[in-house]
């Protein structure tokens, strides 16, 4: 079964960035969708982009255009999530979670087929001066 | 993009009884090519990542238990947990995946009366 294993937490000073790791073990990695979604205190759940480490190309929700960049490496079966520019707006708990059936057409885009069944442990990224 | 409101945003139930969850979004999520509402659901313990418990809407991932059940379609759908137990207190969620951006409720706190 596939596990997701996060990098440890992060306090940074806003207008820098944070990268944050997600690594697999126990099972496929390339072709699935790795997710990332974060969590502000006391709020709810924020979905912010995905990526078929098979395909690429990410996909972004609008809101973190410019900022968000997620990236995977095959070879160890890691995925990364770097958000630049960072504000206070951004304290939050990052997770990873993965979509394992989709559909992928280069014309038409990323479609899933499913939840999102397994998740990282989480990583807390605090902005502050 | 799909908005999904859930209501209520908490609820107590005492030991054994149902607990139901309301979601709605602002447009369709059921695909005509195959007949399938694309909604999940997830639990979210204190201090824990969230879990999925179904996902088409109705369907139990596996190892969820069966007190736990979805129904719904089109735009309105429901969780139920038939007969609520001490280790169901949670925040459940619901998700959309017809399109991106994937997108949440805004969660509902199920506590024990």
């Known amino acids: 079964q596939v596990q997701l294993v996060q990098s440890g937490a992060e306090v940074k000073k806003p207008g820098s960035s944070v990268k944050v790791s997600c690594k697999a073990s126990?099972?496929?990695?390339?072709?699935?969708?790795i997710n990332w979604v974060r969590q502000a205190p006391g709020q709810g759940l924020e979905w912010m982009g995905g990526?078929?480490?098979?395909?690429?190309?990410?996909n972004y929700a609008q809101k973190f255009q410019g900022r968000l960049t997620i990236t995977a490496d095959k070879s160890t079966m890691t995925a990364y999530m770097e958000l630049s520019s960072l504000r206070a707006e951004d304290t939050a708990v990052y997770y990873c979670?993965?979509?394992?059936?989709?559909?992928?057409?280069?014309?038409?885009?990323?479609?899933?087929?499913?939840?999102?069944?397994?998740w990282g442990q989480g990583t807390t990224v605090t902005v502050s001066s | 993009d799909i908005v999904m409101t859930q209501s209520p945003d908490s609820l107590a139930v005492s030991l054994g009884e149902r607990a139901t969850i309301n979601c709605k979004s602002s447009?369709?999520?059921?695909?005509?090519?195959?007949?399938?509402?694309?909604l999940a659901w997830y639990q979210q313990k204190p201090g824990q990542s969230p879990k999925l418990l179904i996902y088409?809407?109705?369907t139990r991932e596996s190892g969820v238990p069966d007190r736990f059940s979805g129904s719904g379609s089109g735009t309105d759908f429901t969780l139920t947990i038939s007969t609520l137990q001490a280790e169901d207190v949670a925040v459940y969620y619901c998700?959309?995946?017809?399109?991106?951006?994937?997108?949440f409720g805004g969660g509902t706190k199920v506590e024990i009366k």
């Open positions: 979670a993965r979509v394992p059936h989709f559909f992928y057409d280069k014309s038409g885009g990323l479609y899933y087929y499913y939840g999102m069944d397994v």
């Open positions: 126990g099972g496929t990695f390339s072709n699935n969708v």
């Open positions: 990526i078929i480490p098979l395909f690429d190309p990410p």
């Open positions: 447009q369709t999520v059921l695909h005509s090519s195959n007949n399938e509402n694309y």
């Open positions: 088409w809407a109705s």
């Open positions: 998700q959309q995946y017809y399109s991106t951006p994937l997108t």
